[in-house]
């Protein structure tokens, strides 16, 4: 089975993705590849594109995985740092 890869959106900060990194995976953040203030529709596509999962804070990202967006799989955490998935 292929490891995930992830896609960080802007509402997480970096010390998410150094923790993420020390346990061997695969992420890159929205601040990383200069595409802060991007549409959500933009992040989504260039998740997919790139194979990433997209990880957000944002609960647009659960509307979005339902429409017509292909994606490759959003997972949702809500500030109080509980996670929920959707592929």
């Given at each position: ?12 900060p ?5 923790a993420l ?28 594109s ?10 647009d ?10 994606h ?16």
């Amino acid at each position: 089975m292929p490891d995930i890869r992830f896609y960080l959106d802007e509402n997480f900060p970096g010390a998410v993705a150094a923790a993420l990194r020390q346990r061997g995976i695969d992420v890159v953040t929205v601040a990383e590849l200069k595409l802060r203030g991007s549409s959500d529709e933009d992040h989504l596509q260039r998740a997919h594109s790139d194979g990433r999962v997209l990880a957000s804070r944002d609960r647009d990202f659960i509307t979005l995985s339902y429409t017509a967006w292909p994606h490759s799989g959003v997972v949702y955490c809500p500030m109080r740092n509980l996670c929920a998935a959707s592929s």
